[in-house]
């Protein structure tokens, strides 16, 4: 029987009148080498960047150390420490606390393989192994890691060219081939066999039914969401917040919203609004409602200002003055802090604390010629003033840019100028400087 639905509740969150942060200009140290193709990745403690080309480090970001050398990732950042790599011409998976590569050692019915490629399953903790067979068949299992030795047996009906390994309520991942034929599409699952999935149910704003649940945008809800309401709904933008720890299916249909968890349903009216942050909200556990002008069309969306937000985790519906987050930050992170924006107040910074209850106002000097984007880690967002002019490129570090690493814990802004933002890392931040081939990584020290 379908759960009875009730209203989302609402919170108005204080507006604080509280002094503006601190401003200071952080120690800067340099790592790595010198060089123009810089593009750094956290790496839980330790620090990825491509030093070439075609080839990358793992940093030591404490002692400056050089762990691991490589051609290439794959899908990054990967999961539990570690991310599939390339190293010899060969696939392995890259541990990032130690550096350590795994490579497998593959067995086939028939001979040696002759391409092969490895998944790190996005929500169980289990390595994927496919290969391409002298036979011309495709053969895949799951990799225990305990041996580098992996005898493939099964097959599936072609190897598969894209590949998505994604968190998803209790779903294992997809793997998804466009070629002709009946089967599109190829889900993978711990303790299950390979099967085709029909192509409509994988595509943007999809909403079908597979092996008994609902497949939304190649997302398998959880069983126990199966109640979720307005589904199908055409038109309809489709949200889906899947995490291991977070289950919970958000929907909109015109002007009615609804979210669904394990054990309660809720449908509420929310007019002229739409769901802002990526269509899958794995990394939010907040979304925003942005205000439109109008009745929201699919095919005519033009966000405005957000005063309004549903926390799927609490399951409760927030409201702020009106807010326009920074580029790059349209949801809130998991830990509830938006960086935003007031409407007409082109100086001013503001800050959402969405957890904690209030909206304050943190800076009236923030000028920038250029574009602000923002991106968060925890409690520390990292407000960068890029120049992207075609001329410039996205990584310009000359006259008016700068790179902030804003603490709300601490309550500090701390503020270097002609730099670009690089990752944020547990302790510190990671900034850019130069350009060419005179482009050098440094550890701003908070």
């Known amino acids: 029987m379908a759960p009875v639905a009730k209203k989302l509740p609402t919170k108005v969150l204080d507006v604080r009148e509280g002094a503006a942060f601190t401003v200071r200009t952080p120690k800067l140290r340099p790592i790595g080498v010198r060089g123009k193709h810089h593009r750094p990745y956290s790496a839980g403690n330790n620090l990825m960047t491509n030093v070439g080309p075609d080839h990358y480090v793992l940093l030591d970001v404490a002692h400056d150390k050089e762990l691991a050398r490589f051609q290439s990732t794959q899908r990054y950042p990967g999961r539990n420490e570690q991310v599939v790599i390339t190293k010899d011409g060969g696939r392995g998976v890259l541990n990032f606390a130690t550096g350590a590569i795994e490579i497998p050692r593959i067995t086939l019915p028939n001979g040696k393989p002759s391409t092969v490629d490895i998944v790190l399953d996005g929500l169980e903790p289990t390595t994927w192994v496919l290969a391409m067979g002298p036979d011309n068949k495709a053969y895949y299992g799951e990799w225990k890691r305990s041996s580098p030795d992996v005898a493939l047996k099964d097959t599936l009906p072609y190897f598969p060219t894209s590949i998505r390994a994604e968190r998803g309520l209790d779903m294992g991942m997809g793997l998804v081939e466009q070629q002709p034929g009946e089967c599109k599409h190829i889900w993978l699952e711990v303790g299950k066999p390979a099967r085709c999935v029909p192509p409509e149910a994988v595509g943007m704003y999809s909403a079908e039914r597979f092996e008994g649940r609902w497949l939304i945008d190649g997302v398998l809800l959880d069983d126990k969401l199966e109640q979720t309401p307005l589904l199908p709904c055409d038109g309809h933008r489709f949200m889906v917040a899947h995490n291991e720890e977070l289950r919970r299916a958000f929907a909109s249909c015109g002007d009615t919203l609804a979210l669904a968890t394990p054990t309660e349903t809720y449908v509420w009216k929310e007019p002229r609004s739409f769901i802002t942050g990526h269509d899958r909200a794995g990394d939010y556990e907040i979304e925003g409602l942005a205000d439109t002008l109008a009745d929201p069309d699919p095919g005519k969306i033009g966000d405005g200002p957000i005063s ?21 930050y349209a949801g809130a992170g998991a830990a509830g802090h938006v960086l935003a924006r007031a409407p007409g107040k082109g100086d001013e910074l503001w800050h959402a604390d969405l957890r904690g209850g ?38 310009s570090t000359g006259s008016g840019t700068w790179t902030e690493v804003i603490d709300f ?3 500090i802004r701390y503020h270097v100028d002609q730099m670009h933002a690089g990752p944020a890392m547990p302790a510190n931040a990671i900034g850019i400087r130069g350009a060419g081939n005179n482009r050098r990584l440094f550890v701003l020290e908070l």
């Not at 309004?308 to 985790?313: A, E, H, I, K, N």
Request: with cysteine.
């Open 308 to 328: 309004r937000w549903v926390d799927l985790r609490a399951a409760v519906r927030l409201e702020t003055p009106p807010l326009e987050p920074v580029d790059g």
């Open 358 to 395: 209030f909206v304050e106002r943190i800076a009236t000097d923030v000028k920038c010629p250029h574009t602000l984007y923002a991106h968060a880690s925890g409690t520390r967002v990292l407000l960068d003033c890029v120049d992207l002019s075609s001329s410039a490129g996205s990584e």
């Open 409 to 411: 814990t601490a309550r």
